[in-house]
């Protein structure tokens, strides 16, 4: 069952983020507003994925679902990329079970209730 949608923002083809537990807004509609993708996520209980700051804005108002995992790592390469959430995703996931809003940096990561 899927959890998580992983933001346009974000690479398609990510080997983390294969298999039944993950679904790329691509798989959904490839230009569709934050908005849809939102209620998208809250009809489906998942869990938002994304650089932008808008989802991290907009939970902070409402509560889940969805919940929400923000980025802020910056542009990397993409091993690099990989390698640094290969090394947190256990983490991240964690967290965002019991937390509206993760946010991942390169050096923290910040949880709000």
Avoid at 64 to 75: E, M, S, T
Wanted: one cysteine or more.
């Amino acid at each position: 069952m899927t959890q998580f949608l992983i933001d346009a923002n974000l690479p398609y083809r990510f080997a983390l983020w294969q298999g039944k537990d993950y679904a790329h807004v691509f798989d959904i509609g490839d230009d569709l507003p934050d908005t849809a993708i939102w209620q998208y996520a809250q009809q489906h209980n998942l869990t938002i994925v994304s650089k932008d700051a808008d989802f991290s804005d907009r939970i902070m108002l409402t509560e889940p679902p969805p919940r929400v995992i923000q980025l802020r790592i910056g542009n990397m390469r993409m091993r690099d990329l990989f390698a640094f959430l290969h090394r947190v995703w256990p983490q991240i996931i964690i967290h965002s079970a019991n937390h509206k809003l993760t946010i991942v940096r390169e050096s923290l990561i910040e949880c709000i209730a």
